[in-house]
């Protein structure tokens, strides 16, 4: 082989690679013992899913994960998934599946290039250094040529970033756009001085906010790394396992799951948790990254008013400030979050169709809906919290 012949691969599983070097592409940049961009698409957390069975055989959910390589030396790679059903993505096509199948096509199984049950933007095709574009290029390709092999429906990329979006497209890809709440830290000294870049109104309701959520009865703990003990795990799957029930119907995540990331990922954890006499009555679990925190999952046992905002909002952005984080990541949906702080953003995504006049049906609908949702961002960014001028009424 010529050493500029680039080889795609597919794995079933990440025990089939070691963590080094899946890492070397996924988080280069935690060489140096510190966070993670993306704590989401690092070998540990991955791992995790495969190994509690949260993934794999039954979830619908099956790793086949994408691995570009020069020479024998690893330089690329895309966590991918083979699907039975659009649960758990977050970015919906479950009208693109019907239509399909209407049209008597077969849209499962499909492959998805995505982080399984997670609604947080990332690099989605992990190059090693010096590698970006040749990386990108051979995964994209590999992955869009064994969907059309393998007469598969087609190649869905969720949460990808901006750059991936645009280049993506440029290799004929499809980009679609959609939105997500974040709230971005304009280096705030405190938490007062977010509240000072508020409408009075504004202000005024998240401060009793606060104080109705904290007078609960109990107290309000966050802990991560060693703070987090084994014991709280038992008492946050329950809280799991009743928001999951009610979302989802049956809760994505395995216990194991949770198990395991304690062992390996409490340092990369924000546990949020509501006591009252020693124990939990609710919690939020956070990821850390570099740069960001990102919000995944609440759940409580007794309901307290106000209490899902400060555990799920507010600690996280006390927590963000304090560490010098530029945002907050607080997950899918939630108009609620507006009057909060948190404003729309765009997210990306990638798609390729086999069949061609379904894809320009696709393709049509697409522009149409980034249109609509570019505009819908501009209107609700306009209708946020923030102080509209410099000299506004003091309270």
């Not at 009208?95 to 199948?101: D, I, L, Q, S, V």
């Not at 969907?147 to 598969?152: A, E, G, M, R, Y």
Request: proline share 5%.
């Amino acid at each position: 082989m010529s050493d500029d012949m680039i080889e795609i691969d597919m794995l079933n599983g990440l025990s089939e690679i070691p963590q080094p070097a899946w890492d070397a592409c996924a988080c280069p940049e935690a060489a140096d013992g510190g966070a993670p961009n993306d704590p989401f698409t690092t070998w540990r957390f991955l791992k995790a899913l495969e190994d509690s069975g949260s993934v794999g055989t039954g979830s619908g959910w099956q790793p086949r994960h994408l691995v570009a390589r020069q020479d024998g030396k690893l330089i690329a790679c895309a966590p991918m998934y083979a699907k039975s059903h659009s649960q758990g993505e977050y970015i919906f096509d479950h009208n693109w599946a019907h239509a399909y199948e209407r049209a008597g096509g077969r849209y499962y199984p499909k492959l998805q290039i995505a982080v399984p049950f997670t609604p947080a933007t990332g690099r989605r095709f992990l190059t090693r250094a010096g590698f970006e574009q040749a990386g990108q290029v051979a995964l994209v390709q590999g992955a869009v040529e064994l969907t059309d092999k393998n007469s598969l429906s087609s190649l869905h990329v969720t949460f990808c970033t901006k750059a991936e979006a645009e280049a993506g497209a440029t290799m004929g890809l499809m980009h679609r756009i959609t939105q997500q709440y974040h709230w971005e830290n304009a280096n705030y000294p405190d938490f007062d001085g977010f509240l000072a870049s508020l409408s009075s109104r504004k202000r005024k309701m998240i401060r009793k906010e606060r104080e109705r959520a904290q007078a609960f009865g109990g107290q309000i703990m966050a802990l991560t790394g060693d703070q987090i003990e084994k014991w709280h795990w038992d008492h946050f799957w329950r809280f799991y396992q009743d928001t999951g029930a009610r979302k989802w119907g049956t809760p994505y995540l395995t216990r194991r799951f949770f198990d395991i990331a304690h062992d390996t990922m409490r340092k990369d954890m924000l546990l949020v948790l509501a006591m009252r006499d020693g124990v939990p009555v609710a919690g939020a679990l956070n990821f850390i990254g570099r740069q960001a925190l990102y919000g995944r999952y609440w759940g409580c046992i007794e309901d307290h008013p106000c209490l899902h905002f400060e555990l799920c909002y507010y600690q996280a952005m006390d927590f963000a400030i304090a560490k010098g984080m530029a945002r907050v990541e607080a997950g899918a949906q939630g108009e609620h979050k507006l009057a909060r702080g948190y404003l729309p953003v765009p997210i990306h995504s990638l798609h390729w169709i086999r069949e061609p006049g379904f894809a320009d049906a696709v393709a049509r609908y697409l522009e149409a809906e980034r249109r609509a949702v570019t505009e819908d961002i501009e209107v609700l960014t306009a209708y946020g919290p923030f102080r509209k001028t410099q000299v506004e009424e003091q309270e």
